[in-house]
T-cell receptor
Framework: NAGVTQTPKFRVLKTGQSMTLLCAQD?????MYWYRQDPGMGLRLIHY???????AKGEVPDGYNVSRLKKQNFLLGLESAAPSQTSVYFC??????????FGQGTRLTVV | ELKVEQNPLFLSMQEGKNYTIYCNYS?????LYWYRQDPGKSLESLFV?????AVKQEGRLMASLDTKARLSTLHITAAVHDLSATYFC?????????????FGTGTRLQVFP
């Protein structure tokens, strides 16, 4: 997980609340990604970014928004949390031909 | 759309035995990854396979890639308890502006005495 830090590590939300997950990297990577991991389903791509100021949708983007205002930070937002968004969220930094690293994960529970 | 299938989903094996995990994918790809994940932890990169016929080995694990068959295997030799974990394969879908890593569902491996 060298150089990729996710904040927070754990969070419990009530349905309808909002929150932002932060992924920070210090490796000057252009590419950053957000995944969610649910039991028995592997990791699924939510959104990704190929550089500062750019974002794009992945496999399961609904209910999430992202921003990449600074190259080192990739933010994942939940505007109105739902129980279906209970999951473990992983950020990945790198790729596109460079070595990539995962963050340590954020465990989110929506009640 | 790229799909990645892994089997088996669950594997219980005795120490000292050999076994193979399979990863099939549906479209052409330049790179295939194998990861290990321990409970409550992040993903640890095991292997990156870049070309047809590529074979990489680390300890009791050996990974291979057949791009023509769109198949990768992770072979476990003489399993030990420390190998108990969930193993994921992931395939790069290279697009015009980026690459997307598509994961298999994972194989949960338990090694018992």
């Amino acid at each position: 997980n060298a150089g990729v830090t996710q904040t927070p590590k754990f969070r419990v939300l009530k349905t309808g609340q909002s929150m932002t997950l932060l992924c920070a990297q210090d490796m000057n990577h252009e590419y950053m990604y957000w995944y969610r991991q649910d039991p028995g389903m592997g990791l699924r791509l939510i959104h990704y970014s190929v550089g500062e100021g750019t974002t794009a949708k992945g496999e399961v983007p609904d209910g999430y928004n992202v921003s990449r205002l600074k190259k080192q930070n990739f933010l994942l937002g939940l505007e109105s949390a739902a129980p279906s968004q209970t999951s473990v969220y992983f950020c990945r930094s790198g790729g596109g031909g460079t070595e990539a690293f995962f963050g340590q994960g954020t465990r989110l529970t929506v009640v | 759309e790229l799909k990645v299938e892994q089997n088996p989903l669950f594997l219980s094996m005795q120490e000292g035995k050999n076994y193979t995990i399979y990863c099939n994918y549906s479209t052409t790809s330049d790179r295939l990854y194998w990861y290990r994940q321990d409970p409550g932890k992040s993903l640890e990169s095991l292997f990156v396979l870049l070309s047809n016929g590529a074979v990489k080995q680390e300890g009791r694990l050996m990974a291979s890639l057949d791009t023509k068959a769109r198949l990768s295997t992770l072979h476990i030799t003489a399993a030990v308890h420390d190998l108990s974990a969930t193993y994921f394969c992931a395939v790069d879908q290279v697009l015009r502006d980026t690459d997307k890593l598509i994961f298999g569902t994972g194989t949960r491996l338990q090694v018992f005495p």
